[in-house]
């Protein structure tokens, strides 16, 4: 491993950082599969495997190409322009606040390696100038922050927060369970390197921008329907407290908040369900006043 480090451009050199597998070293560990040593990097890990198990399978002819091939891949990164992001549009609302959000989680090559997965898979998107797709997988596709800055769900979120009385976290968890559920239906996996695109014909960045279309419009329709769930519980329970509880208790639900969309036939049974929520914020508030007395 040291011959090939050797071997490899120095400029390169941040990539082929290494560490003891401290699993080498486990009673249940199989010298014939257990490598001692683990590159950081995963491609690079996943190339000299086979020889750091089996040193004497690595002559002096395969070390060199070894290093060939590591110094070609990590030639790529600047080669093909990667971190200067001009795949993205800066005329383009979504599009600049992606390209804020990838500046600004990979500054420099070397943050991208110390931070990141970086495999076979990323470098097969690398080598075919997938750059969106590379980078975009790494933060697992998720760009929900943008519906914070760019309308009209911006003003939505403000207005909801500070005037509306909805409860901080539950709006974002809500705001990234839409995104997620809006980019799979625009063929994005968000666990995965990259989804299943039945459209062939639709780029990476084509479905991003549907998902950010699409959810900026669901976000406008669940707030509606949650400020009618809001009203209708108002009404019933004869309490303005018990309807913004009953909104603020179904929006923290993903389950929930989408029967919300499915209209006021299912506002009675969305109540209900928020019954036994409800008798614990009042025996909590009880306890909170027997405490300060």
Same mark, same amino acid.
């Given at each position: 491993m040291t011959d090939v480090i050797a071997l $490899?451009?120095? *400029? %390169?050199?941040? *990539?082929? @950082?290494?560490? *003891?597998?401290? %699993?080498?070293?486990?009673?249940?560990?199989?010298?014939?599969?257990?490598?001692? /040593?683990?590159? &950081?990097?995963?491609?690079?890990?996943?190339?000299? =495997?086979?020889? /750091?198990? $089996?040193?004497?399978?690595?002559? $002096? &002819?395969?070390?060199? !190409?070894?290093a060939t091939t590591i110094t070609q891949k990590l030639g790529l990164f600047e080669s093909k322009n990667l971190l200067a992001l001009e795949f993205l549009s800066d005329d383009d609302a979504f599009e600049k606040k992606v390209? @804020? #959000?990838? +500046? @600004?989680?990979?500054p420099n090559i070397e943050t991208l390696f110390s931070n990141s997965r970086i495999d076979d898979r990323f470098m097969t998107f690398l080598e075919n100038g997938q750059l969106l797709d590379a980078l975009g997988s790494l933060v697992g596709h998720n760009f929900c922050e943008t519906l914070y800055s760019i309308e009209p769900s911006s003003s939505n979120i403000t207005k909801a927060i500070n005037t509306d009385g909805f409860d901080n976290e539950g709006i974002q968890r809500m705001i990234q369970s839409i995104w997620s559920k809006c980019l799979s239906k625009a063929g994005v996996n968000t666990y995965a390197w990259q989804g299943p695109n039945e459209d062939s014909e639709k780029s990476l960045k084509q479905r991003y921008h549907e998902a950010f279309d699409a959810s900026q419009t669901m976000f406008g329709e669940v707030l509606t329907a949650l400020?009618?769930?809001?009203?209708?519980?108002? &009404?019933?329970? !004869?309490? @303005?407290? =018990? +309807?913004?509880?009953? #909104?603020?208790? $179904?929006?923290?639900?993903?389950?929930?908040?989408?029967?919300?969309?499915e209209g006021e036939e299912k506002f009675?049974?969305?109540?209900?369900r928020c019954d036994l929520g409800w008798e614990r914020h009042q025996r909590t508030l009880v306890q909170q006043v027997g405490s300060m007395s």
């Open positions: $490899v451009d120095e *400029a %390169y050199l941040f *990539a082929l @950082e290494n560490e *003891a597998n401290t %699993y080498f070293s486990s009673t249940s560990a199989k010298l014939s599969t257990t490598p001692a /040593i683990k590159m &950081k990097t995963i491609f690079i890990d996943e190339l000299l =495997r086979p020889y /750091i198990l $089996v040193p004497s399978k690595c002559k $002096v &002819k395969t070390k060199k !190409e070894i390209k @804020e #959000r990838l +500046g @600004e989680k990979f400020d009618e769930f809001k009203t209708f519980c108002s &009404k019933k329970h !004869e309490s @303005e407290e =018990r +309807g913004v509880f009953n #909104r603020n208790y $179904v929006m923290n639900s993903y389950y929930y908040w989408e029967k919300v969309l009675d049974d969305l109540d209900k």
